[in-house]
């Protein structure tokens, strides 16, 4: 490249690195999704399972919310549960993740396999190669997996839960097949979050759903080393490695542990208050509530502006919301989400 024409930083990579950007960038938690109509014309077609294993279609959604409201980060279409299938899961979706024979002993656990992505996956490298050549330079493309103790709640409890009674209970009756488990999901996991980086990746993002789950001792007993573990193994393609503890305020000064770039932080912890666990060197995403979209516009402002100020400037914020968006949101009020925070940070 000769000089003077070097490309910019896209915002998203320069704020997950706490760099200087020229406005703050966003984008949504499940952007693609059941909420845009053109998501919902291509899901008339094929079923979700489908959808995830059809590149030209995956790649079609993912780019659906970046043409539309020009957000500043692109994510994969595909699930936390797809790697599972190469383990040897059973895996179907209505519309969450069903496991029709959910892992509930020793022995299932020690007949699972460690899941090769290039074989059991392939479509997922295929559909980020084909959103690298779509996408524009401005929306970096965010490969994403499961965080191992996430992934493990759908994978024994079978299904989506409030409670996860039945994940739990295997935790403390069977604490050493549960790690076990733990283990083959993290090993599948670091080996699929690395596939996608070589694929073409620009960020990795690791969703931990269900660790609010746990108490903070617990946390760190079955959840943390994990995660720790994955990032570890994914420092070496220097890609910014964001971590979502959902549902995860009293887990925040152990969070900090994990090893991330970037901390996700839902809507029930003011990001000042994030920030001052976190410190200086993590930067942050998040945090409006999901249920804001529903607002009239003057206090949807009022609670964009009020996320903004908790950051008052700093360097390291992406601006998402504090967990995925409702299926029932109007796309204008995304529109106006995303225009606001562009025209509020613009520097
Ligand atoms: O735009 C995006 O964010 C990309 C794609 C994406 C999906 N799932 C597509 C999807 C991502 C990043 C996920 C992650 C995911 N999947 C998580 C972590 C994030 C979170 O919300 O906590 C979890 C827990 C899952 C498991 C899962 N998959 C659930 C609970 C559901 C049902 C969701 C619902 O809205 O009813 C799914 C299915 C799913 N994954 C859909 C989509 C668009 C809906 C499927 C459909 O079209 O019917």
Redesign the pocket.
């Known amino acids: 490249m000769s000089a003077g024409q070097v490309t910019p930083e896209p915002p998203f990579l320069a704020a997950c690195r706490r760099r200087p950007v020229p406005h703050t960038p966003v984008w949504i938690?499940?952007?693609?999704?059941?909420y845009l109509p053109e998501y919902m014309a291509v899901?008339q077609k094929v079923d979700?399972l489908t959808l995830t294993k059809t590149p030209d279609l995956a790649a079609e959604v993912t780019l659906q919310p970046i043409r539309r409201f020009g957000m500043d980060a692109a994510?994969?279409?595909?699930?936390?549960?797809t790697p599972l299938e190469g383990m040897g899961v059973d895996l179907d979706?209505d519309?969450?993740?069903v496991i029709r024979n959910p892992v509930r002993s020793a022995g299932h656990v020690d007949g699972l396999r460690v899941g090769d992505p290039e074989e059991s996956v392939p479509f997922v490298m295929e559909t980020i190669r084909i959103l690298r050549r779509e996408l524009p330079a401005s929306a970096p493309l965010i490969g994403?997996a499961?965080a191992p103790f996430?992934t493990y709640c759908y994978t024994v409890q079978g299904s989506?839960s409030k409670t996860f009674i039945e994940a739990k209970a295997f935790l403390y009756a069977e604490p050493e097949a549960a790690a076990r488990l733990l283990d083959k999901i993290a090993e599948t996991t670091s080996r699929y979050l690395s596939a996608q980086a070589d694929a073409g990746a620009q960020a990795l993002m690791i969703?931990d759903?269900w660790a609010g789950l746990l108490s903070p001792r617990d946390y760190r007993r079955f959840a943390l080393p994990a995660v720790q573990r994955i990032i570890a193994e994914l420092r070496s393609h220097r890609l910014p490695l964001i971590y979502f503890p959902?549902q995860g305020s009293t887990l925040m000064a152990s969070a900090r542990e994990a090893g991330a770039d970037v901390i996700g932080v839902d809507w029930r912890l003011p990001l000042s208050e994030a920030r001052s666990v976190l410190g200086p060197d993590l930067a942050v995403q998040g945090n409006l509530d999901p249920a804001a979209l529903f607002a009239p516009r003057d206090e949807l402002a009022r609670q964009v502006d009020r996320v903004l100020a908790e950051v008052g400037g700093a360097p390291g914020h992406i601006f998402n919301l504090g967990?995925?968006i409702e299926?029932t949101t109007d796309p204008a009020a995304v529109a106006f989400l995303v225009d606001r925070v562009h025209e509020q940070t613009a520097r």
């Not at 994510?75 to 549960?81: C, G, H, N, R, V």
Request: net charge positive; charged share 15%.
């Open positions: 938690m499940r952007q693609a999704g059941r899901r979700f994510i994969l279409f595909s699930d936390i549960m979706f519309p969450g993740p994403f499961g996430t989506g969703f759903s959902n967990h995925g299926r």
